[in-house]
């Protein structure tokens, strides 16, 4: 008996089911070539449906969208990754808003500390001062003035105390939910600000600042010269490109709060140029 029991073990164990091994995970360059594949096709990815879909950690979904962010295969935003358009693409502003959402906290956390009560200060479009507009809200300062053409900014500080609010009118840009034009810069033209607050699409030190949209950018190097002091607000993405319109030269702003990833001599260039850099 104990032969033949000994036999039966041996023979179920080589015809067992194939089906019932557990299935490899697939290796990491595999499984980022087909999550690439993915936002391909659906436009976006989120860490919660890479977790579900391949069996892996967030943590482990989350290295392979920044892998996946730095060849260039995705843009990584706040929980996942979307599609990459094109170079500097002008994406609506509900995208805008997802992307580099940590640096773009620090940053305006950062901006924040330099807007005193009794000042007049200017809020520009972007995701940016969407952002410095929320930090403004939760922690106003007593009895600031804020100068906006941006939608997004003017509702979230709308009713707080405090704060008077100057919107600027024109014509509507609805990617930015923003209003420029000439009827915008003919209203800026009476107004002064203590300071004024510049997100931009890019920054390359032997160009200037730069955007994507030929209105706004006239419409920013008015607020420049309507500002007696410019911080320009700007992910470490932003640096190294040139976008569709020239705003204004370095020589134009006092300083650059950007995250601590900006390029090393960027960032010695703009310092030994007497432009304060913080880091962040």
């Known amino acids: 008996m104990p032969h033949i029991q000994a036999g039966t073990r041996q023979h179920t164990r080589t015809m067992a089911s194939p089906s019932n091994k557990p299935v490899p995970r697939l290796l990491s360059e595999e499984r980022r070539r ?15 449906e890479i977790r579900q879909r391949f069996g892996v950690s967030a943590v482990t ?43 773009k906290v620090r ?4 901006a924040l500390n330099y807007i005193q009560p009794f000042q ?29 053409y941006a939608l997004n900014v003017a509702l979230a500080l709308a009713e707080v105390q405090g704060i008077s609010l100057i919107m600027i009118g024109g014509i509507l840009r609805q990617v ?11 209203m800026l033209a009476s107004l002064h600000a203590d300071h004024l607050f510049l997100p931009i699409v890019g920054i390359d030190v032997s160009f200037g600042l730069t955007t994507l949209d030929i209105l706004e950018a006239q419409l920013n190097s008015k607020m420049i010269r309507a500002a007696r002091e410019v911080t320009v607000l ?26 601590s990833d900006a390029p090393r001599e960027a960032v010695d260039k703009m310092r030994t140029e007497g432009i304060d850099v913080v880091l962040v």
């Open 61 to 103: 979904a989350r290295s392979d969208l920044d892998t996946l962010s730095e060849n260039g295969s995705l843009v990584r935003s706040h929980g996942g990754g979307i599609r990459p358009l094109a170079k500097n693409p002008d994406y609506p502003l509900k995208i805008r808003e997802t992307m580099h959402h940590e640096e």
């Open 234 to 259: 700007a992910d470490s993405t932003k640096f190294g490109h040139r976008s569709l319109a020239l705003i204004a030269g370095l020589r134009t702003i006092h300083r650059v709060i950007t995250d």
């Open 107 to 110: 940053i305006a956390r950062a």
């Open 176 to 186: 930015s939910n923003a209003f420029v034009g000439p009827h915008a810069e003919e």
């Open 34 to 48: 087909e999550i690439a594949g993915l936002v391909d096709r659906q436009g976006r990815i989120t860490v919660d």
């Open 120 to 148: 007049t200060v200017i809020l520009c479009s972007g995701s940016t001062s969407a952002e410095l507009a929320s930090q403004l809200r939760l922690y106003p300062r007593e009895h600031t003035t804020v100068i906006t």
